[in-house]
């Protein structure tokens, strides 16, 4: 007997609807969770997402894509199987999917986080027979403050560069963290520049009426007197084209979840961190296990072995699942 959703080398896949979740590989039809690169790719023939995912996705992958917009909650029937998005707090549109048919419920949760993102909204738990969560810090050691006081020590470390007169500038990624930053900091501190690619997802988010702070735009003719009491954001991989070049003197720091066991090899080279993350820690992924209702657990992207292995002594029937 097949199961309704299966784990395939191209992706997450339900054979019954003949779509894919996130899938890796070329395909006809894909359901996609949010906009970031390792779940929306290039190629497919038509995709399915969140009416704030599907922008980004034409703005990343061109004009041309074929796509369906939907909003949280409405059900897409495709051949029996009832299909629908629920939100995932991760970024702005951001969505888990909802699969059922003949009774049988699964969830595939994308990335996710339990703690409210003013912007991303909240983690809405859907009950499930079969739960497929990601666990990307899916290892005990990865537990959050709350992001109000991480917020504080921004402000503090930019107040501080401030009043020394050396530019502060944060590395986010230009969807979901740029924005999260840009709403939660104190912009009276100073000027905020941002770099182009991050206004870029800013604009279409203003488009649909999406709160988004005005901040200015980093360009090569920013002069250097100026930076030296701003907050500039820029994602992790600007550093190497040069942008800073004419900044003076600058300190830099990171806002990830990485930060907490010291970052990943390439944030090492940064003056400090930040622990802020845009998905669920320890704590955040064994809730909402058990929000879910689920017996049955798949476990993606991340510590995946040493998660399931957590839930199987815990009394789930639990699996790691390549995808
Ligand atoms: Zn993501």
Known sequence: MTQLLEFTDRGIYCARAGCYIDP??????????????????????HYLAHRLTVPILHHRLGKKISTQAVEYDEEIIING??????????????????????????????DYK?????????????RCDVFCTESTFGLPLYRWNDSATVINDINDWWQNNKQN??????FGYSLGKAQRLLASINTSIGPVYVHPAIEQINELFRRERIRIP????LSQSVLNEELKTALVIIPPNAMRNGWLDHAGEYSTA?????????????????DTGFVISD???????????RLSGAQKVYVTHGFTGQ????????GYDAQPADV
């Not at 007169?165 to 944060?170: C, D, H």
């Not at 998660?307 to 815990?314: I, Y």
Request: proline content about 4%; aromatic content about 10%; overall charge neutral.
């Open 307 to 314: 998660f399931a292995r957590w839930l199987c002594e815990n």
């Open 24 to 45: 890796k590989r070329v395909v006809d039809r894909a359901i996609i969770t949010h906009a970031h690169a390792d779940h929306a790719r290039r190629g497919h023939k």
């Open 214 to 217: 005005e901040v200015n735009i």
């Open 279 to 289: 998905h669920a820690d320890w704590d955040g992924l064994n809730e909402a296990v």
């Open 254 to 270: 990171y806002a990830s979840g990485w930060m907490a066991t010291q970052g990943a090899p390439f944030m090492r080279n940064a």
């Open 114 to 126: 339990l703690e409210h993102d003013p912007l991303a909204g909240s983690f809405e738990p859907a």
């Open 165 to 170: 007169k050396i530019t502060s500038v944060l």
């Open 81 to 110: 199987v009832r299909f629908s998005l629920h939100p995932a707090g991760h970024v702005i549109g951001s969505a888990q999917v909802r699969v059922e048919y003949g009774g049988e419920v699964w969830v595939v949760t994308g």
